[in-house]
């Protein structure tokens, strides 16, 4: 098994992370053009977590996302259903909570999380929606969830690139850099399947979300989405 189908069987989402996880991290740098480290600065704001609150950061993976919370004294649980990706994460950051975990059946109780974030993570997931349902489940009334995604850039000739570069550059880039080039493949076609902004937003609130909106980033190849859990009592 090399990549996943546009099935999203679970266990062939996990195998291909499991072996894509020794290189992940420096291939996104390389893939995303060093984007990534700009796009994670503005998830970590929208959570806008503080020492002493719980953040959930679901398909963590190799925990990358995670790390900027625990670097601010952050309770964070970094959960994925790679153990591959869990593995080098934990080897190379012993201090943040691992746990294995699937997003659509979280190993954690009601309201427990002061935020939920997923990073990246969601459009892998095999029935999304229910990911956003346990996400709202497990995080306290009032707290948020913020969403990193591919998405549709919205300027037409961006867009145009953009897909040229998704499906002409990206496998031969990956070809030379990969552990396992086909999961780069895997990549290109699950953005390309991946429902625009709007239909994201729509997602969220069809799950029980409030106060849905989102931000693009790089002219829409990443969105990010807000939302907030209903029943908090608004600060006086
Ligand atoms: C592209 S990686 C993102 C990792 C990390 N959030 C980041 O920003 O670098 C996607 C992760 O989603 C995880 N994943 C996919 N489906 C999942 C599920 N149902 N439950 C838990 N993790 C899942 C994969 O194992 C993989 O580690």
Redesign the pocket.
């Known amino acids: 098994m090399n990549r996943a189908s546009l099935e999203k069987r679970?266990d062939e989402?996990?195998a291909m992370?499991d072996d894509v996880a020794p290189k992940y991290d420096v291939v996104?740098d390389v893939l995303s053009l060093g984007q990534t480290r700009r796009w994670r600065r503005i998830v970590v704001d929208a959570v806008g977590a503080v020492p002493g609150q719980r953040v959930l950061?679901?398909?963590?993976?190799?925990g990358?996302?995670s790390e900027p919370y625990a670097d601010a004294g952050i309770d964070v649980v970094a959960?994925?259903?790679?153990l591959g990706?869990l593995k080098v994460g934990k080897r190379r950051r012993p201090d943040i909570d691992f746990v294995a975990?699937?997003?659509?059946n979280l190993p954690f109780e009601d309201n427990s999380f002061d935020a939920s974030t997923i990073?990246?993570?969601l459009r892998?997931?095999?029935e999304p929606k229910k990911?956003l349902a346990e996400m709202l489940r497990v995080t306290k009334p009032g707290g948020r969830l913020v969403i990193a995604e591919f998405s549709s850039p919205v300027v037409p000739v961006w867009r145009t690139m953009y897909t040229e570069y998704l499906m002409r550059a990206l496998p031969p880039i990956a070809r030379k850099v990969a552990s396992n080039p086909d999961a780069y493949v895997y990549l290109a076609e699950s953005i390309r399947a991946w429902p625009n902004q709007d239909g994201l937003a729509a997602w969220i609130a069809e799950t029980g979300w409030e106060d849905v909106a989102y931000r693009n980033l790089t002219g829409g190849i990443v969105a990010v989405h807000r939302a907030v859990k209903p029943g908090g009592h608004p600060a006086k």
């Open positions: 679970p989402v996990a992370f996104n950061d679901l398909a963590a993976g190799t990358t996302s959960c994925d259903f790679s990706m975990g699937d997003a659509t990073s990246f993570g892998n997931v095999n990911a």
